[in-house]
């Protein structure tokens, strides 16, 4: 289900503690939060909710990591589709990028597993 609008439950930063080793067995890695624009719709969210692409070859190709330029879509198959057509895939890693229709398929089954 989408959850939008969701409430940030902002932790209460510590402060004033010195000379404590602690060692937080958290999972929050504490980076701040990134954010990155969908390329389709524009819409702006937290990077691991977003679905990441690099071309280095000159073809697009999904990768939550990797070094490099990386441009990112919601995981709706909308966005991606009109960034593809809008190219907004190449004009933002700055190349000519190759779109693979297959790479529909991603969000195509996202959707089926709700
Ligand atoms: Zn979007």
Same mark, same amino acid.
């Given at each position: 289900? #989408?959850?939008?609008?969701? *409430?940030?439950?902002?932790?209460? @930063?510590?402060?004033?503690?010195?000379?404590? !080793?602690?060692r937080r067995a958290g #999972?929050? /890695?504490?980076?701040?939060?990134?954010?990155? %624009?969908? @390329?389709?719709? #524009?819409?702006?969210? =937290?990077?691991? &909710?977003?679905?990441?692409?690099? =071309?280095?070859?000159?073809?697009? =190709?999904?990768?939550?990591?990797?070094?490099?330029?990386?441009?990112?879509?919601? %995981? !709706?198959?909308?966005?991606? *589709?009109? =960034? /593809?057509?809008?190219? /907004? +895939?190449?004009? %933002?890693?700055?190349?000519?990028?190759?779109?693979?229709? &297959?790479? @529909?398929? +991603?969000?195509? &089954?996202?959707? /089926?597993?709700?």
């Amino acid at each position: 289900m #989408g959850n939008t609008g969701p *409430e940030s439950t902002v932790p209460p @930063a510590v402060s004033g503690v010195s000379g404590g !080793r602690l060692r937080r067995a958290g #999972g929050d /890695a504490g980076q701040g939060r990134v954010v990155r %624009t969908c @390329a389709g719709c #524009g819409r702006k969210a =937290a990077k691991h &909710e977003l679905v990441r692409f690099v =071309a280095p070859n000159g073809v697009l =190709a999904r990768s939550q990591k990797g070094a490099g330029r990386g441009v990112y879509t919601c %995981t !709706r198959l909308s966005c991606f *589709e009109r =960034a /593809a057509s809008r190219r /907004a +895939f190449s004009r %933002t890693l700055r190349r000519s990028v190759r779109v693979d229709p &297959e790479l @529909a398929r +991603f969000y195509t &089954e996202r959707d /089926a597993n709700g």
